[in-house]
């Protein structure tokens, strides 16, 4: 399973199968996860800093939740896809 298709299958289990057909079928969709998988990363590496600016890194995760509610919203835009 490709890297960032898991992270969002561990995240959104409950969308799991219909994350995995789209990700086989859509483009936009495997572009969404993997800016999902690079916000993530980052964050992760932030969080083991102990340098890493506070407001850096509370951005992040306010783009990791919005890319969440856009993986949701795109999966509910197009549930036959």
């Known amino acids: 399973m490709n890297p960032a298709l898991r992270l969002v ?4 289990p409950h969308v ?7 990700f ?9 996860c ?4 690079m916000c993530s990363e ?3 590496r932030m969080e083991g800093e ?3 600016n506070r407001a850096v890194r509370d951005e992040y995760g306010a783009l990791k939740l ?12 197009h549930p036959g896809s």
């Open 9 to 12: 299958a561990e995240r959104l």
């Open 16 to 22: 799991r199968e219909q994350a995995g057909l789209m």
């Open 24 to 32: 086989e079928r859509d483009e936009d969709f495997r572009e969404l």
């Open 34 to 37: 993997d800016e999902y998988q």
């Open 42 to 44: 980052t964050l992760d």
């Open 50 to 52: 102990t340098t890493a």
């Open 66 to 77: 919005r890319l969440e509610a856009e993986l949701l919203r795109y999966l509910a835009e």
